[in-house]
């Protein structure tokens, strides 16, 4: 199988690497091999002969969104590495799989369009981004993504599908979790105006639905996320994450004054009353970082000597300290979902992807 692999053009196999070296929280055990990709031919046809095999597939690029299980492990690991990138006169973007998505936005950036200035920094790669819709800041894919060029395992078809067909929600799409289809392309439409989208998030500066320029956007999102290590810093414990480890619950209206009232009888008025609920599709959004907090989980927890830690700049990430292992990670991960549940009756979903371990 190696063999086979290694003979496809634009493809180079590894044996030695193990998922540690190719993930954001630097954990995970050891794939059969990893197959480097370098253009959406290859993997299109590498994809195809594992998919004859015995094994099974990882689809995996930057690594910043997967939790992958310690030991030995039974599959191999496609790494999409194409990344050409191209930018029409009307602002339509086309790139890569394989492109840097922090790459991408820059170069929009640079060249005035806008947009995607409030996804900046957001690690791992532009095909991966329609796949769990990625949003920051009050943008999401969603708002700018037209097409995707997929690769539909169950068919063999390589073809263009409409972003509306991929059922994009908050972090979500029909792609994640089934790796029902691999993204080889991605093409959005931005603004040439040189200014941003619509602001739509308190914490950045001017009003809600202002348009600024789109430099003056990047700039401040990317320190706004640097205070709170959401940008890959190798020397920094706080970035080796997964980003927000669990999504904001969205609950029945029910649900929430129950919640607010747990909070008041727990710890009085004046924390019930700031309780962050937002009306949002299917019900209300509450904020899970503060139930984190609330339910006795502060930042850094449990402390200084623990292999896994809440981030010590966002109680929203879970961090290795350098020489966890993924079963370090489960277990907080447990603790801390189990906290909130006993505490407010509200059940955390975890935001990654899991691969041979659960949560
Ligand atoms: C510090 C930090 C901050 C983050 N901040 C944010 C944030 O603000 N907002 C946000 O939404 N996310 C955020 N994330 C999560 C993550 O960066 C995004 O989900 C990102 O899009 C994942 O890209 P990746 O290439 O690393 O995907 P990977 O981790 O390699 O893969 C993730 C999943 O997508 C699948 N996948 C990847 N590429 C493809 C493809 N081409 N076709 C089909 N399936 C594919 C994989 O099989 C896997 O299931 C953050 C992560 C970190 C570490």
């Not at 820059?106 to 990625?134: D, F, K, Y």
């Not at 929600?169 to 989208?197: C, M, P």
Request: aromatic letters at 6%.
């Amino acid at each position: 199988m190696t063999q086979r692999l290694t003979d496809l053009d634009g493809v180079v196999v590894d044996t030695g690497t193990s998922f540690a070296d190719l993930t954001t929280l630097r954990l995970g055990g050891r794939p059969h091999a990893v197959v480097r990709c370098s253009t959406a031919e290859a993997v299109v046809e590498a994809v195809k002969l594992i998919d004859a095999s015995e094994h099974d597939l990882l689809i995996l690029a930057g690594g910043s969104n997967l939790v992958i299980a310690d030991g030995e492990l039974d599959l191999i690991a496609v790494r999409l590495e194409n990344d050409d990138v191209s930018f029409g006169d009307d602002g339509l973007v086309t790139a890569g799989a394989g492109a840097v998505w922090d790459d991408v936005v820059a170069a929009s950036v640079e060249r005035g369009l806008g947009g995607i200035e409030c996804l900046s920094g957001i690690p791992g790669s532009t095909g991966a981004t329609p796949v769990q819709n990625v949003g920051a800041y009050g943008t999401e894919i969603a708002d700018v993504l037209t097409r995707v060029k997929l690769y539909e395992r169950a068919t063999g078809k390589v073809f263009w599908s409409d972003a509306s067909e991929l059922e994009l929600a908050y972090r979500y799409s029909n792609l994640k979790f089934t790796q029902r289809a691999v993204v080889l392309e991605v093409e959005f439409q931005l603004s040439t105006d040189g200014l941003s989208a619509p602001l739509r998030f308190g914490a950045l500066a001017g009003e809600a639905g202002e348009r600024r320029p789109v430099a003056e956007v990047r700039d401040e999102v990317l320190g706004l996320r640097r205070g709170k290590g959401m940008v890959l810093d190798e020397g920094d414990y706080d970035t080796w994450s997964a980003g927000s480890f669990f999504t904001n619950p969205i609950v029945a209206s029910e649900i929430a004054d129950q919640v607010q009232a747990a909070v008041r009888s727990e710890r009085g008025d004046a924390d019930a009353d700031r309780m962050p609920r937002w009306a949002a599709e299917g019900g209300e959004k509450l904020s899970a970082a503060w139930l984190i907090e609330r339910a006795g989980f502060p930042r850094g927890y449990p402390g200084e000597d623990a292999p896994v830690r809440l981030s010590t700049k966002h109680t929203l990430a879970l961090t290795n300290r350098g020489q966890a292992v993924t079963e370090d990670l489960v277990s907080l991960a447990r603790e801390v979902r189990d906290g909130v549940q006993s505490a407010f009756g509200v059940q955390l979903v975890p935001e990654p992807v899991w691969v041979g371990v659960e949560i």
